[in-house]
């Protein structure tokens, strides 16, 4: 897995330095502390969200599922497409798309989180 890791910090290079932390079996990939992938099941997925779903709906891409207490759970992270371990000019646009979801992902917890007289 560790070289897996090396490699995929070599393809978002031209998109910022990554950082990975281990998880419940996969590893969470972060770039400035914030969690645009997921490394699991031997496969990379990226953050998703109504914006940018549709990106990779269009390029075939299946949605991160696993089993639970006997049911499917599925996580806003689909795989990301192959093309891009070959192409960090891809890789940084993908990343970046999957960056921009999960900022809109914090920006609303953050604004669910604080009273309404604290809201921006």
Do not use: C
Request: proline share 5%.
């Amino acid at each position: 897995m560790s070289d897996f890791i090396e490699f995929l910090e070599e393809v978002f290079s031209d998109f910022g330095p990554i950082t990975t932390r281990r998880m419940f079996g996969a590893h969470g990939i972060y770039l400035d502390g914030l969690m645009f992938g997921l490394l699991a099941q031997g496969r990379l997925y990226l953050k998703t969200d109504a914006i940018n779903q549709p990106e990779f709906e269009a390029v075939n891409a299946q949605p991160f599922t696993f089993e639970q207490r006997g049911k499917v759970v599925k996580l806003s992270y689909w795989s990301a497409p192959e093309f891009i371990l070959d192409d960090r000019v891809q890789a940084a646009a993908w990343a970046h798309s999957a960056f921009a979801a999960a900022m809109r992902k914090q920006e609303a917890k953050e604004r669910h989180a604080a009273p309404p007289w604290r809201q921006k």
